[in-house]
């Protein structure tokens, strides 16, 4: 089991930045990919960024050259940073592990974190 704690969330305008965090903790050692998914009112979630443990990144189009996903293995840690922000990313963002045991992938999730952008 793996458990996720996000923080960093709130109102912003239009233009500016945040930062999200995600602290995990148990079986962190199983973790493989992690990453950042959001979900909007009346609207399906959908990833917005991922690192593999090799640090490779994949980003959600709407979120390239904007945002930028990390993680410290050191800290158990994943960041989002999200800079220029639009009211279009307005959303609860949840951060996600993926557990790998016995070749099965297994999904873990936080507990989600509201993202407001005002234009």
């Known amino acids: 089991q793996v458990q996720l704690v996000e923080s960093g969330g709130g109102l912003v305008q239009a233009g500016g930045s945040l930062r999200l965090s995600c602290a995990a903790s148990g079986s962190i050692f199983k973790i493989s990919d992690v990453g950042w998914y959001r979900q909007a009112p009346g609207k399906q979630r959908e990833l917005v960024a991922t690192?593999?443990?090799?640090?490779?990144?994949n980003y959600a189009d709407s979120v390239k050259g904007r945002f930028t996903v990390s993680r410290d293995n050191a800290k158990n840690t994943v960041y989002l940073q999200m800079n220029s922000l639009k009211p279009e990313d307005t959303a609860v963002y949840y951060c996600?592990?993926?557990?790998?045991?016995?070749?099965?992938?297994?999904?873990?999730w936080g507990q989600g974190t509201q993202v407001t952008v005002s234009s």
């Open positions: 690192v593999t443990k090799a640090d490779n990144t």
């Open positions: 996600n592990a993926v557990v790998v045991l016995f070749g099965r992938n297994y999904n873990n």
